[in-house]
């Protein structure tokens, strides 16, 4: 039996290595920088995450996606070390990235931006032609071994102090095209996003404003698994849909330790066919403040609630 494995990491924060200058900050970037060395810059280990990247490595899985929020402020600076960062751990064929809200800090042009992250965000070449109207990189979609990993960008600038997100009409319509082309054969579909599918906190005002359209849309195109990040903590479970129930699996920020549990972890996917039927174990790889080593545990799949 074949075994396609996939890491997922989100909300790394990556330490802002060069201080930004004063025309830089003459916007929402303030708050975020004298948040970053108030409260992030002690709380997102570099240590923590140089380890991530040995385990990741020694893990060897055949994928790696990053949920979100590799850095904090928009800086061009930011995304050219996380880019660094990134070929550390593999091949770019072999990671896939969508952006988080700190990843979109501000309104900042494609090419000091996400172009850095481009081997990281395209639509394969062999499939272009099928979406050859796609102007924006979002969504995208990579096949593996006939696993289909769609990357949806819920990244947008917000008001200071918020930090919703949205999909938005143009990506949703294309969405729906990439789903229709993958209904003709039997891939196992992973849909990848920052924001959770699910409302968050009181308007939904951290969570994703068009969920309800989205929800709507995976109600007529079956999907095996979600992923997000965003909430700095496990977030595990199902949305119920019309015609399939859907496992949604947050994992915690990769390089911030939760004070109460001295841990932090990231979650690790097996994915098999057996007689022409999609299957899947979840893993989480948990990582100790006393002991700077991970360990691994199985994911019950069967307690996870549905929403």
Known sequence: ????????????????????KYKELFNKRIIGFINWHLNRKNNHNDNIIKDLINDLKKQGSDHLIVSGDLINLSLEDEYINASKILKKISIPENISVVPGNHDSYIKIDFDKSIFHWKDHIGTDTV????????????PYLKIRNDIALIGLSSAIPTMPF???????????????????????????????????????????????????????????????????????????????????????????????INKKEKQTSYNKYEIYKINDKWNFNAYRRVYRSDTNKF?????????????
């Open 295 to 307: 360990t691994q545990e199985k994911i019950n799949l069967n307690e996870i609630k549905i929403k």
């Open 127 to 138: 499939l272009l032609n099928y979406f050859k109207s796609k102007k924006n990189p979002f």
């Open 1 to 20: 039996m074949l075994k396609y494995t996939i890491s997922h990491i989100s909300d790394l924060h990556l330490p802002i290595i060069k201080t930004p």
């Open 162 to 256: 918020m930090c919703y997100g949205k999909i938005g009409k143009d990506q949703l319509k294309n969405l729906e095209d990439i789903l229709i082309y993958l209904s003709k054969k039997n891939y196992f579909k992973i849909l990848i996003l920052h924001h959770p599918i699910h409302k968050i906190g009181p308007f939904n005002y951290k969570g994703l404003l068009d969920n309800n359209e989205l929800i709507k849309l995976l109600d007529d195109y079956n999907i095996e698994l979600l992923l997000h990040g965003h909430l700095h903590r496990d977030s595990i479970t199902y949305l119920k849909t019309k015609n399939s129930i859907i496992p949604c699996f947050g994992t915690p920020s990769s390089s911030k």
